[in-house]
């Protein structure tokens, strides 16, 4: 086997399984979660009638670069949401369909990353989605921790690494708005990370799959792409974006994304692509193109968020240390309390699932970033969230006293 499997930690919901083994759930409560961040609102009605109206493309395989009508679809979703001038995206160049961002963000760093040079390094957000960790040590670097913490609006600190580490790297994972904690990486951040990137010689993978999710509509959160383009960066260089529909459009299952940026790297991860045979099938790629050319569901899909939060907040507020973040559709409370007691509490006496903080961080200079906080994904439907909201306050109650 390989030996770099060894190296790999469990994923946040094998641990908390295992903290929760002994616990039985109160089941005179129905069962309610938000650990888990799957949406729950109905998938994009476009893309499902496209989808059963595809199907006989189930008898062919899909080329890996994806077709034309994918292509250009995503292109003019691009060039719309991001401000970039369309004939500044090559279709053939500058985009290429993934089976999802979890899937892309890993097997990126499988394709750039030169394990053979002394020190390679991969830096990435703390906390963050573990696939970045992942990613890095089967590639064969080592995983540099960038603390999102409140002095740094939990953004990732570009500030944590020297200069020589900074040297080390070559990949850069940033997330926009952040997973856990819902950040948003303005454009002076991003003008910032591009700067670092041109200094000290890496590449850049945004992982923008919460982009679409946010709370002022005047106000779209930026993308790396907008920001190379504004800047005037020949074929993106050095930018590589993650987009998906998992989020956007409620289409988890669909596994449908796509990787956009830098022309000469794309190319060459193409190539890896057309071995790793990761294709979207014909029917799949129907479905995304109505997606990807469809904003109602998209401003539905947001306003349901606005909802949750509007409710949530005014219970949450009085219990923990929290605020509604700019994007995505989760909350970074902290409390008083331990966060795997509150867990084990939440499911013991309320039957409520979250996730302790802790999981989703790695502790580094001494420091977990987690502690002491929960992940409280708001994908239920709201009177579900607004009753998860209640048990948690009885849960904070019942352990501080």
Same mark, same amino acid.
């Given at each position: 086997m390989n030996p770099r499997l060894d190296a790999l930690q469990p994923y946040p919901f094998e641990r908390l399984s295992a903290l929760l083994r002994d616990t039985q759930p109160n089941t005179a409560q129905p069962p309610i979660s938000l650990a888990i961040g799957e949406p729950k609102h109905p998938p994009a009605e476009v893309a499902r009638v496209a989808l059963l109206g595809a199907l006989d493309g189930i008898a062919h395989y899909p080329p890996t670069q994806g077709s034309e009508a994918l292509r250009v679809a995503i292109g003019d979703?691009?060039?719309?949401?991001? !401000? /970039?001038? @369309?004939? =500044?995206?090559?279709? *053939?160049?500058?985009?290429?369909?993934?089976?999802?961002?979890r899937e892309a963000l890993f097997s990126f760093a499988q394709a750039v990353i030169d394990p053979s040079r002394p020190g390679a390094a991969v830096a990435m957000p703390n906390p963050g989605y573990q696939i970045y960790e992942g990613a890095a040590l089967l590639a064969g670097a080592e995983p540099l921790y960038l603390p999102c913490l409140p002095d740094t609006d939990f953004l990732a600190d570009l500030d944590a690494l020297s200069a020589a580490d900074w040297d080390r790297v070559q990949l850069l994972y940033l997330c926009s708005p952040g997973n856990p904690t819902g950040a948003v990486a303005d454009r002076a951040y991003l003008e910032r990370a591009l700067e670092l990137a041109d200094r000290h010689d890496f590449i850049i993978a945004s992982d923008e799959c919460y982009s679409e999710i946010y709370a002022d509509e005047d106000a779209p959160p930026p993308g790396l792409l907008d920001i190379a383009h504004a800047g005037g960066r020949d074929d993106f260089s050095r930018c590589v974006v993650f987009h998906s529909l998992? *989020?956007?459009? !409620?289409?988890?299952?669909? %596994?449908?994304?796509?990787?956009?940026?830098?022309? @000469?790297v794309l190319t060459q991860y193409l190539r890896y692509r057309t071995y790793h045979g990761a294709t979207l099938g014909a029917h799949v790629q129907a479905a995304s193109i109505a997606a990807w050319r469809d904003e109602?569901? /998209?401003?539905? !899909?947001?306003?349901?968020? %606005?909802? *949750?939060?509007?409710?949530?907040?005014?219970?949450l507020e009085p219990l923990c240390e929290v605020s509604r973040p700019p994007g995505s559709f989760y909350l970074w409370p902290a409390f008083d309390t331990s966060d795997e007691t509150l867990t084990v509490a939440a499911l013991r006496d309320e039957n409520l699932?979250?996730?302790?903080?802790?999981?989703? =961080? @790695?502790?580094?200079?001494? /420091? !977990?970033p987690g502690e002491n906080r929960l992940r409280l994904?708001?994908?239920?439907?709201?009177?579900?969230? /607004?009753e998860a909201a209640t048990r948690l306050a009885r849960v904070?109650?019942?352990?501080?006293?």
């Amino acid at each position: 086997m390989n030996p770099r499997l060894d190296a790999l930690q469990p994923y946040p919901f094998e641990r908390l399984s295992a903290l929760l083994r002994d616990t039985q759930p109160n089941t005179a409560q129905p069962p309610i979660s938000l650990a888990i961040g799957e949406p729950k609102h109905p998938p994009a009605e476009v893309a499902r009638v496209a989808l059963l109206g595809a199907l006989d493309g189930i008898a062919h395989y899909p080329p890996t670069q994806g077709s034309e009508a994918l292509r250009v679809a995503i292109g003019d979703w691009l060039a719309w949401r991001f !401000n /970039v001038a @369309r004939q =500044a995206i090559d279709d *053939k160049r500058h985009i290429l369909p993934a089976a999802g961002t979890r899937e892309a963000l890993f097997s990126f760093a499988q394709a750039v990353i030169d394990p053979s040079r002394p020190g390679a390094a991969v830096a990435m957000p703390n906390p963050g989605y573990q696939i970045y960790e992942g990613a890095a040590l089967l590639a064969g670097a080592e995983p540099l921790y960038l603390p999102c913490l409140p002095d740094t609006d939990f953004l990732a600190d570009l500030d944590a690494l020297s200069a020589a580490d900074w040297d080390r790297v070559q990949l850069l994972y940033l997330c926009s708005p952040g997973n856990p904690t819902g950040a948003v990486a303005d454009r002076a951040y991003l003008e910032r990370a591009l700067e670092l990137a041109d200094r000290h010689d890496f590449i850049i993978a945004s992982d923008e799959c919460y982009s679409e999710i946010y709370a002022d509509e005047d106000a779209p959160p930026p993308g790396l792409l907008d920001i190379a383009h504004a800047g005037g960066r020949d074929d993106f260089s050095r930018c590589v974006v993650f987009h998906s529909l998992s *989020k956007r459009s !409620n289409l988890p299952g669909l %596994r449908s994304g796509f990787v956009a940026g830098d022309g @000469r790297v794309l190319t060459q991860y193409l190539r890896y692509r057309t071995y790793h045979g990761a294709t979207l099938g014909a029917h799949v790629q129907a479905a995304s193109i109505a997606a990807w050319r469809d904003e109602t569901h /998209v401003r539905a !899909n947001r306003d349901r968020y %606005r909802e *949750k939060y509007a409710a949530v907040m005014p219970l949450l507020e009085p219990l923990c240390e929290v605020s509604r973040p700019p994007g995505s559709f989760y909350l970074w409370p902290a409390f008083d309390t331990s966060d795997e007691t509150l867990t084990v509490a939440a499911l013991r006496d309320e039957n409520l699932r979250v996730v302790p903080g802790r999981y989703l =961080a @790695r502790a580094a200079g001494g /420091v !977990n970033p987690g502690e002491n906080r929960l992940r409280l994904s708001l994908v239920a439907s709201t009177p579900d969230c /607004v009753e998860a909201a209640t048990r948690l306050a009885r849960v904070c109650a019942a352990t501080t006293t």
